[in-house]
């Protein structure tokens, strides 16, 4: 009967068709809300937290803080005597709620700074320290050699006056024990 009705369709009849399936965003699994009986559950973000967007925490923060709203107005009547202290003082909180966000990013930004220069300096210093050492190296190297070149000229001359002198006596000037 099925295959009657998939005859049957007209150019103007609509067709329900599965939507192809989108990819989650990476957020944190929610809470499990069936055995607590606690108004909010909170869960701890996840602890790399410099490597995901911006959105992606906005969403965990809006999904995941509860929205607190206290000393709310009534619905009876306009605004009393106390409501503007009470904003004041709402506002006063927010303001140092953001005061300290700003002055907790720039410090996260300043040792993020901080670091990427350290680094850059120890790498300088270390290619300094390693140019000077091959430096230190080729110069001993030759100081070797010279002295090799000097001694191996100086050894033969040595070697043709104690060949001369003594032919039971070895280049060190030690006699051989056979």
């Known amino acids: 009967m099925s295959s009657d009705k998939s005859k049957s369709l007209a150019v103007g009849d609509l067709q329900v068709i599965p939507a192809p399936e989108r990819p989650k965003p990476a957020l944190p699994p929610l809470p499990p809300a069936v ?5 909010v559950e909170y869960a701890p973000p996840a602890p790399v937290e410099e490597e995901e967007d911006l959105e992606v925490k906005l969403r965990r923060i809006i999904d995941h ?3 607190r709203v206290s000393n709310t107005s009534g619905s009876s009547a306009g605004s009393g005597s106390g409501d503007f202290h009470q904003y004041r003082q709402m506002r006063r909180k927010e303001q140092d709620r953001l005061v300290r ?3 907790d990013y720039q410090r996260r930004k300043e040792m993020t700074e901080f670091n990427l220069r350290r680094e850059e ?3 300088a210093a270390e290619e300094r320290t390693t140019k000077k ?3 230190r190296q080729k110069k001993k190297q030759r100081k070797k050699e010279k002295k090799m070149r000097v001694n191996a000229g100086g050894e033969k001359e040595q070697q043709k006056e104690e060949s001369s002198d003594d032919d039971g006596d070895s280049e060190n000037g030690e006699d051989v024990v056979n």
């Open 35 to 39: 055995g607590s009986k606690a108004l």
């Open 65 to 67: 803080v509860p929205v």
């Open 101 to 103: 966000m700003d002055v």
């Open 121 to 123: 300096r120890m790498k």
């Open 133 to 135: 050492r091959l430096k």
